[in-house]
C-alpha cells in the first residue's frame, strides 16, 4: 500500500513537473516571438506603393492640391533621386479614384532639391523636359515611355494601377 502511494507521488510530480517545463517553454516561445517585431525599414517597405500607409514621424508638404475634399484613400511611396536625395512621395485619391493632392517627406535632414520638387509637382501633368545618359540626351517623355513599356503600365488591371504604375515611371524619370 505505502508502494502505490509513493508511486502516485511520484508519477503526480513527474506531471507536475511536465506541466511546469511545457508551460515554461510556451511562455519563453511566446516572449522570443513578440520580440521578433522590430521596427520595419520604411524605405525597404515603401519601395513599391502602399496604400493607406505611411512612414512613421515623416511630415509630409504639400506639392498639388486640387480639392479641398477629404480624399477616400492614398498611396506612398519611397524613392530616390539622382542625387542619391530619400522622399517619400505620397498621392490622394478621391472616390472616383481620381488624385486630388501630392506630398514628399524628406529622408532624414536632407533637403530635396528645388528641381526635384517642381519635376514633382508635374508629376500629375505629365512628363517634360530634357534628361541626358550616356548613349546622348533623352528626353523625360522617352524615359517615361520606356518605364511605362518596360513595367507593362497600360496592362494594369485597373485605372488605379495604370495611374500608380505611371507615376512612379514619372517620379523615377523626374
Known amino acids: 500500500m ?3 502511494l509513493n508511486f502516485k507521488k511520484t508519477n503526480n510530480m513527474k506531471n507536475n513537473f511536465l506541466l511546469a517545463f511545457v508551460l515554461l517553454l510556451f511562455a519563453f516561445a511566446t516572449g522570443k516571438a513578440n520580440n521578433n517585431y522590430t521596427d520595419r525599414d520604411d524605405k525597404e517597405y515603401f519601395s513599391s506603393f502602399r496604400k493607406n500607409e505611411e512612414p512613421k514621424n515623416k511630415k509630409f508638404n504639400i506639392l498639388n492640391k486640387d480639392s479641398e475634399n477629404a480624399g477616400e484613400s492614398f498611396y506612398v511611396i519611397y524613392k530616390e533621386n539622382s542625387l542619391g536625395q530619400g522622399f517619400y512621395f ?14 514628399y517627406a524628406n529622408e532624414g535632414r536632407q533637403k530635396l532639391s528645388d ?9 500629375l501633368s505629365g512628363p517634360t523636359g530634357k534628361m541626358s545618359t550616356s548613349t546622348g540626351p533623352i528626353t ?6 520606356n518605364c511605362h513599356r518596360t513595367n507593362g503600365c497600360y496592362s494594369k488591371p485597373t485605372e488605379t494601377g495604370v495611374l500608380l504604375c505611371s507615376l ?7
Open 168 to 174: 512612379e515611371c514619372g517620379i523615377a524619370c523626374a
Open 140 to 145: 523625360t517623355t522617352q524615359c517615361v515611355t
Open 2 to 4: 505505502k508502494t502505490e
Open 115 to 123: 528641381a526635384t520638387i517642381k519635376n514633382l509637382k508635374k508629376l
Open 90 to 103: 505620397k498621392v490622394i485619391l478621391d472616390k472616383n479614384e481620381k488624385p486630388i493632392a501630392t506630398y
